[in-house]
């Protein structure tokens, strides 16, 4: 029953770091997910991150325009 891709992806968005408040702020968060669109997070303190079209560990097309019911 996961809303995402694959099982790594899941992982990574529903992924809470005890540490750091914000994913953003988490050298551990890979993937970032706001407003439909997925990212590879720029870890270069501040909370940017680069847009990508397909999932980096099962090559699945990401959903950016079918609206969306999760967030980070
Ligand atoms: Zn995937
Ligand atoms: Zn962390």
Do not use: Q
């Not at 953003?24 to 990212?39: E, Q, V």
């Amino acid at each position: 029953m996961s809303v995402y891709c694959c099982d790594r992806m899941d992982y990574e968005l529903n992924n809470k770091c005890e540490v750091h408040g914000t994913r953003a702020d988490c050298p551990d968060a890979l993937i970032a997910f706001a407003d439909g669109i997925y990212g590879l997070f720029i870890h270069d303190g501040g909370s940017s991150f680069v847009e990508i079209s397909y999932c980096p560990w099962c090559g699945s097309r990401l959903s950016t325009s079918s609206g969306s019911n999760a967030s980070i």
